[in-house]
């Protein structure tokens, strides 16, 4: 089982500062098949990118995805108000398909 | 409209059984794999299952093994979630999600609202 741990725990920033989310997997992750989801309080999860940086339909480029092998990073550039809430980092290349912990943004 | 609506949660006693419904709309639900993501309250996502497009392969977590099984009704658009031997720790909101089984898109693009499956006595 691949599993995936995201810091950190929760991130405490201004509207308009850079917010940068790591997800770090225990062994790596072939062919970068990593997405990161966002879920607003009360909400269901919404796709943010696949691929490690893909962005998915109505992404707005304030979001963005780095990283591969192990090591993956989830960067929004100008923090907005709505982008308040956890963020999960998933992994899909083998079963069980595994989830990190989230990272929480306070804003 | 391009949808997933989940159903048939509920509260049950531990040791008793309940089936989710995820009903499919706005798109070719046959070509799509299929799976289960639950959350229990307050805390992270949990993988629970997936079955295959015409229904002939699933897989579980280890931790639902043997009690849940997975199946789907192409004609209805329709995928079913049977639970059976359920515990407290069972207890969370259960989404359905779609994967497109072509390599390269086997991530979660669509997710429906859910439904609260709650075990307790």
């Known amino acids: 089982e691949i599993v995936l741990t995201q810091s950190p725990g929760t991130l405490s920033l201004s509207p308009g500062e850079r917010a940068t989310l790591s997800c770090r997997a225990s062994?790596?992750?072939?062919?970068?098949?990593l997405a990161w989801f966002q879920q607003k309080p009360g909400q269901t999860p919404r796709l943010l990118i696949y691929?490690?940086?893909s962005r998915a339909t109505g992404i707005p480029d304030r979001f963005s995805g780095s990283g591969s092998g192990t090591d993956f990073t989830l960067t929004i550039s100008r923090l907005e108000p709505e982008d308040l809430a956890v963020y999960y980092c998933?992994?899909?290349?083998?079963?069980?398909?595994?989830f990190g912990q989230g990272t929480k943004v306070e804003i | 409209e391009v949808q997933l609506v989940e159903s048939g949660g509920g509260l049950v006693q531990p040791g008793g059984s309940l089936r989710l419904s995820c009903a499919a709309s706005?798109?070719?639900?046959?070509?799509?794999?299929m799976h289960w993501v639950r959350q229990a309250p307050g805390e992270g996502l949990m993988w629970v299952s997936r079955?295959?497009?015409?229904?002939?392969?699933?897989i579980f977590a280890d931790s639902v093994k043997d009690r849940f099984t997975v199946s789907r009704d192409n004609e209805k658009s329709t995928m079913y979630l049977q639970m059976n031997s359920l515990r407290v720790e069972d207890t969370g909101v259960y989404y359905c999600?779609?994967?497109?089984?072509?390599?390269?898109?086997?991530?979660?693009?669509?997710w429906g609202r859910g439904t609260l499956v709650t075990v307790s006595s």
């Open positions: 999600a779609r994967v497109d089984p072509r390599p390269g898109a086997w991530y979660f693009d669509l």
């Open positions: 706005g798109f070719s639900f046959s070509t799509y794999y």
């Open positions: 079955i295959n497009s015409d229904g002939g392969h699933t």
């Open positions: 062994q790596s992750v072939n062919y970068n098949y």
């Open positions: 691929g490690a940086s």
């Open positions: 998933q992994q899909y290349v083998t079963a069980p398909l595994t």
